[in-house]
């Protein structure tokens, strides 16, 4: 993701006479932003992630330098924001339309804005149903191959019969646990992820999921700068459009 959407936006700010700076910075800081700031070196930030408790964009506000965050949930800056939670709902429903009625969540970071999102729109979906989703299927904060084996594992010993992963990443780590386990998808479990990648499209079995244009989110991110730096962009959200990539891993065939 995080490529494609650098690529999308160096590329808009480039055809406007614009160069792009990276810069690294962890969750829970932002002191690689300061040097630049101070010399004077930045025009404006785009923000590829949206972070609760951000700190970094009250310094930038005080600097009077724009922001725009590919997110939500920011104040004083422009938003360039797929409709996750929606996404996830549709894909939720896809799923339960499948015939799952017991559906586990595996999330990461859920300091992350998105993933919050993500299980917002998965619980969504799963109420639609008129069936309360089950806190006890419901793993956050999973970063690693092993602790999305054991979530897989609990989530299969508590009878679940989809799995929905907050990623990618986490949706082939749950189908290399579930083939460790001797699991069949989609015979003995569906599973899908919020966000898409080719990946998953390639993956045996290919893997569902809510498919967003990165390289486009960054273009927009990037066009959404340049008006804020001329004066232009008036903005304070810019939605994205989202599709449903159905594949082998949630297709039910019937006899």
């Not at 339960?96 to 998105?114: E, P």
């Not at 486009?216 to 304070?236: C, D, H, I, S, W």
């Not at 810019?238 to 006899?255: G, K, Q, W």
Request: hydrophobic residues 40%; charged residues 20%; contains cysteine.
């Amino acid at each position: 993701f995080f490529h494609l959407c650098l690529l999308g936006a160096a590329s808009a700010l480039a055809d406007h006479g614009y160069e792009t700076l990276l810069i690294l910075c962890n969750t829970d800081e932002y002191e690689p932003l300061i040097p630049a700031v101070e010399k004077g070196a930045l025009d404006g930030v785009i923000f590829t992630r949206a972070i609760s408790g951000e700190k970094s964009h009250s310094y930038l506000k005080k600097k009077n330098i724009p922001v725009v965050v590919v997110g939500s949930g920011i104040k004083d800056a422009v938003m360039v924001e797929p409709n996750t939670a929606l996404a996830c709902r549709e894909l939720t429903s896809s799923l339960m339309n499948n015939g799952c009625k017991r559906i586990a969540f595996i999330g990461g970071n859920m300091n992350y804005n998105v993933n919050q999102k993500r299980l917002k729109g998965v619980k969504m979906g799963i109420s639609d149903f008129c069936i309360d989703p089950d806190p006890n299927l419901i793993f956050r904060d999973v970063s690693s191959f092993s602790a999305c084996k054991v979530a897989v594992e609990t989530a299969m010993q508590r009878r679940c019969d989809g799995i929905i992963c907050c990623d990618d990443v986490t949706a082939g780590w749950s189908c290399d646990a579930l083939t460790k386990m001797g699991m069949s998808v989609p015979g003995d479990v569906l599973l899908a992820a919020c966000y898409d990648s080719s990946d998953l499209a390639h993956h045996i079995p290919s893997i569902t999921a809510a498919h967003f244009d990165a390289r486009q989110m960054g273009v927009y991110a990037g066009e959404a700068m340049y008006g804020l730096l001329n004066g232009t962009e008036k903005r304070t959200m810019i939605t994205v459009e989202h599709t449903i990539h159905l594949r082998e891993s949630t297709r039910v065939f019937t006899a």
